[in-house]
């Protein structure tokens, strides 16, 4: 099962390297890894997505917790957070599909970034289940190439991953 875990961490050199060594150490894969600074630019989020059961998880946060640099871990319940990953698709196209192709992004929702005499790039930003529904779309146009970002996620409602306070 994949779960989303949310890390806060100083915003300092080598803060992610630490934490990802952390996972290869102990055999851990990563699906899906983003960070960017917070509000405060002194903190960075890391949001991890990774598979496992729950005692795997939960071996994760413990382990996690112990390096020096991590402020605060969580992991994300399923059903309280959003999620949306950044995908851009460059797909191959004949003068006969660029309507096909248009159509279909408009549908989904997906941005129009460039487009050449053979190839159109779209940028969509949405759940991995919808990135997974209009790849399938695009792939009978032949699919140049595919770049995607880590998920990123955040709690619903007034709920906040945040530092502790004293």
Same mark, same amino acid.
């Given at each position: 099962?994949?779960?989303?875990?949310?890390?806060? *961490?100083?915003?300092?050199?080598? *803060?992610?390297?630490?934490? %990802?060594?952390?996972?290869?150490?102990?055999?851990?894969?990563? @699906?899906?890894? %983003?960070?960017?600074?917070?509000?405060?630019?002194?903190?960075?989020?890391?949001?991890? *997505?990774?598979?496992?059961? @729950?005692?795997?998880? $939960?071996?994760?946060?413990?382990?996690?917790?112990?390096?020096?640099? *991590?402020?605060?871990?969580?992991?994300?319940? $399923?059903?309280?957070?959003?999620?949306?990953?950044? /995908?851009?698709?460059?797909?191959?196209? /004949?003068?006969?599909?660029?309507?096909?192709?248009?159509?279909?992004?408009?549908?989904?929702?997906?941005?129009?970034?460039?487009?050449?005499?053979?190839?159109?790039?779209?940028?969509?930003? @949405?759940?991995?289940?919808?990135?997974?529904?209009?790849?399938?779309?695009?792939?009978?146009?032949?699919?140049?190439?595919?770049?995607?970002?880590?998920?990123?996620?955040? $709690?619903?409602?007034?709920?906040?991953?945040?530092?502790? /306070?004293?």
């Amino acid at each position: 099962m994949k779960h989303t875990i949310s890390v806060l *961490v100083e915003n300092h050199a080598g *803060v992610l390297s630490k934490v %990802a060594g952390l996972f290869s150490r102990r055999g851990f894969n990563i @699906d899906s890894l %983003a960070v960017g600074e917070t509000e405060n630019p002194d903190i960075s989020r890391i949001t991890i *997505v990774a598979t496992g059961n @729950d005692y795997t998880i $939960e071996q994760i946060e413990k382990q996690l917790n112990k390096v020096i640099p *991590v402020i605060k871990v969580k992991t994300l319940a $399923e059903g309280d957070y959003i999620s949306r990953m950044l /995908t851009m698709f460059k797909v191959r196209f /004949t003068s006969p599909h660029r309507g096909d192709i248009m159509k279909i992004a408009e549908i989904m929702g997906a941005r129009i970034i460039d487009v050449t005499s053979s190839s159109i790039t779209l940028e969509f930003t @949405d759940t991995e289940e919808r990135t997974f529904t209009l790849e399938q779309l695009l792939k009978p146009f032949g699919i140049k190439e595919v770049v995607r970002t880590g998920a990123i996620a955040i $709690e619903k409602g007034n709920k906040v991953v945040r530092e502790k /306070t004293n």
